[in-house]
């Protein structure tokens, strides 16, 4: 499951993600993991795939491993590199990690 990130909500009680159809308010104690992923999307039609990075954050509810992953919110216009959207989810990564230090 993959999700937008619309909000810009993280703080040490709770994190708050919105995507197109769901909205999720987890508390910031709960997140287990967070990793960046590469997806390569084009792949069968052309040699250079676009590449898109993905913060996907896990938890334990109810006994299993639920995981989604956000795509930090694009604000400037312009040429988006792989470059740019590997830095935009490492920004985003990092300060998921910095509030779950202050927890």
Known sequence: MFSFQANDRVDVA????????NCWDIPTA????C???EAKVGTEGTENPDRRYYVVVSLN???????????????????????????????LLQKISEVVEQG
């Open 35 to 37: 990793r960046i992923e």
């Open 30 to 33: 709960a997140l287990t993991t």
């Open 61 to 91: 509810y109810e006994g299993e491993t639920w995981e989604a992953g956000m795509v930090p919110t694009r604000t400037n216009l312009g040429n988006d590199t792989s470059d740019l959207k590997y830095a935009r989810a490492q920004g």
């Open 14 to 21: 709770r994190s708050v993600w919105q995507g197109n159809k």
